[in-house]
């Protein structure tokens, strides 16, 4: 079989509830790599947030921030930062508001507030502590992503800002990106070094986020566990996460022997 280039997003996806990675799932990846395919990952995480999985599990190459972050072969190939004169409109209407946010770079990410249960609950979720205080990070600092904090649909007033793209991930957060701004986006650029064709990707994912990805790539696999809405635009649906959900589904493809 032609070898293909393979993503992998990572929460609900390589990582179970629990976020580990189950057994069969790091066996499927090793698997992959052995038989000549090119895996990544695509992620709405920031790169510090799952350097340790990349090392795990041996992949240098990853789209990041929802696509603001392209790395190919351990070498940063794409930046895609939020504009600071945006960023400080939306800090000043995020005050007014009573939303905190989270400035998000390659290596760190800060507060505008110095403690909030949403930010405590929501980046909790993804076993990291609140960030530190600093609101005006984003001023001298490039900023891929930032994190806005509120409930369900209170994002909505926020849309007036037209360079920016909204991304609800959890009941209290919601990310934000520059408009255009997508996975599928970050992986043009990362296999614009490989010489595939869109038939030779293939993409795993399971929420809103992976929605751009699942459409673009040549198959988009959306896990028994995903968003009804990514089901329906996936070529086909594997198994949960926790139920060998990439196993069966490269077995299914007939990506191995």
Known sequence: MKEKVIF???DGTLYDYNKEIPASTRETIEQLKDAGHHVAIATGRAPFMFADLRESLGIKSFVSFNGQYVVFEGKVIYRNPL???TLDQLLNYAND???PLVFMNHETMMASV?????IH???GSLKFKHPQYDPDFFRTNEIYQTLLFCQDGEENQYRKYKDLNFIR???FSTDILPTGGSKAEGIKRLVERLDFTREDIIAFGDELNDLEMIQYVGT????GNANPKLKEVADFVTTPVDQD????GVRKLGLLK
């Open 245 to 248: 959900g990439i196993a069966n």
């Open 8 to 10: 992998f997003d990572i």
């Open 121 to 123: 609950e929501s980046v």
């Open 114 to 118: 110095e403690d909030h249960p949403y």
């Open 97 to 99: 508001s009573r939303h």
């Open 83 to 85: 504009k600071k004169e």
């Open 169 to 171: 991930w959890h009941k």
């Open 220 to 223: 988009g696999v959306a896990m």
